[in-house]
C-alpha cells in the first residue's frame, strides 16, 4: 500500500527556511540538503510507520541529516507536520 505524502503550510514555511538559511550560509550545500530532506518525506510513502515516537505526542519523527520531520499518518496520508 502506498500512502500519499503531504506536507502542512508550517512544513512548507520550514523547508523553505531551511533552504534559504543555507542557500545564504552555504551554499554549495543547499540543493543536496533540500532534495536529502524530500526524498526522507517521499520515502514516508512507503513506511510510513518507521519513525520513532515524537516526544509524548501521537506523532511520530524521522531523522533527515541533522533535521526532524514531525509526521502523522491519517487515513491514506503521512501529513508532514513540520521539519525542525
Same mark, same amino acid.
Given at each position: 500500500m502506498?500512502?500519499? $505524502?503531504?506536507l502542512?503550510e &508550517? *512544513?512548507?514555511?520550514h +523547508?523553505?527556511?531551511?533552504?534559504n538559511?543555507?542557500?545564504?550560509?552555504h551554499p554549495?550545500? *543547499?540543493?543536496? $540538503?533540500?532534495?536529502n530532506?524530500i526524498?526522507?518525506m517521499?520515502?514516508l510513502?512507503?513506511?510510513?510507520?518507521?519513525?520513532?515516537?515524537? &516526544?509524548? =505526542?501521537e #506523532?511520530k519523527?524521522?531523522?533527515?541529516g541533522k533535521?526532524?520531520?514531525? #509526521? =502523522? $499518518?491519517?487515513?491514506?496520508?503521512?501529513?508532514? +507536520?513540520?521539519?525542525e
Amino acid at each position: 500500500m502506498s500512502y500519499e $505524502v503531504v506536507l502542512s503550510e &508550517r *512544513a512548507e514555511i520550514h +523547508l523553505e527556511s531551511i533552504y534559504n538559511w543555507i542557500i545564504l550560509n552555504h551554499p554549495a550545500n *543547499a540543493k543536496k $540538503v533540500k532534495d536529502n530532506l524530500i526524498s526522507s518525506m517521499m520515502s514516508l510513502s512507503v513506511f510510513p510507520n518507521r519513525g520513532a515516537r515524537y &516526544r509524548q =505526542t501521537e #506523532y511520530k519523527f524521522l531523522v533527515s541529516g541533522k533535521f526532524k520531520i514531525v #509526521y =502523522t $499518518v491519517e487515513n491514506n496520508q503521512v501529513i508532514i +507536520l513540520a521539519i525542525e
